[in-house]
């Protein structure tokens, strides 16, 4: 019951806040709203209450992994966004994340590995941030833009979930991380609004991940 209101209930709830957010105050301050983890949050707690406590503290130290495997979508995403379509920005942000967050998974075995590659990719991003226009505003959605990005949350969340067990906690934990409020959102964004409103999403997004990094799942791990 607890994994099923995780999945149904939560997620969409963040998201839907995140997207009115996102309507009221701009793009900038929906990307901050969505650096805190409302879809990897669920989706870990749910890996806790059905794999056990150790599963779960592996799988912490994977979501490092993933993260990192954010910051690297950020940057290919906004970089390429100043010249290329929205469809390729995510093709190319989406496949090195796939392909670089397994790796680094691999590679990651103890928390202050992961730490210290997460906080070095991190200063990277924040010293070659793209520039953006702030005064920007943002035209009216689509209605069918806030379903999508729900449904798109909550596939993730059943494959992560459903699959755990089989893909190990290291896997598992750098998988939750997949950046889908991201993706969704700034790639909607793009093709909506154009390459601005992504990249002042995305530079809200990747500033404030900070507080993820080097508070919130040091303290998960802490507290259980």
């Known amino acids: 019951m607890t994994t099923l209101a995780i999945k149904l209930l939560f997620a969409p709830i963040f998201i839907a806040f995140a997207y009115f957010i996102q309507k ?3 793009p900038k301050i929906g990307g ?3 650096a805190i983890p409302f879809i990897a949050t669920p989706i870990l ?3 806790y209450f059905e794999q056990g406590k150790e599963f779960f503290h592996q799988a912490i ?3 490092y992994a993933g993260q990192a495997g954010v910051l690297i979508y950020i940057f290919l995403y906004t970089h390429l966004a100043q010249k290329r379509s929205w469809q390729m920005c995510f093709t190319v942000a989406t496949l090195s994340y796939l392909f670089l967050a397994p790796l680094l998974s691999a590679l990651i075995t103890n928390f202050w590995a ?3 590659i997460w906080i070095t990719i991190w200063i990277i991003l924040q010293q070659t941030a793209v ?3 702030k005064d920007a505003a943002l035209p009216v959605a689509p209605k069918w833009d806030l379903p999508m990005r729900i449904l798109s949350a909550l596939l993730l969340i059943f494959l992560v979930t459903e699959f755990s067990q089989i893909l190990g906690p290291h896997l598992s934990g750098a998988l939750a991380m997949y950046p889908v409020m991201t993706s969704i959102m700034s790639s909607f964004n793009h093709a909506r609004f154009g390459a601005n409103s992504a990249i002042a999403f995305l530079n809200g997004l990747g500033t404030y991940l900070v507080f993820v990094g080097l508070i919130f799942f040091p303290m998960l791990l802490i507290i259980t």
Do not use: H, M, N, R
């Open 114 to 116: 992961a730490i210290s």
């Open 24 to 26: 009221k105050y701009g």
């Open 45 to 47: 707690l749910a890996i």
């Open 32 to 34: 901050v709203f969505v």
């Open 131 to 133: 520039p953006y226009d």
């Open 61 to 63: 130290i994977g979501t």
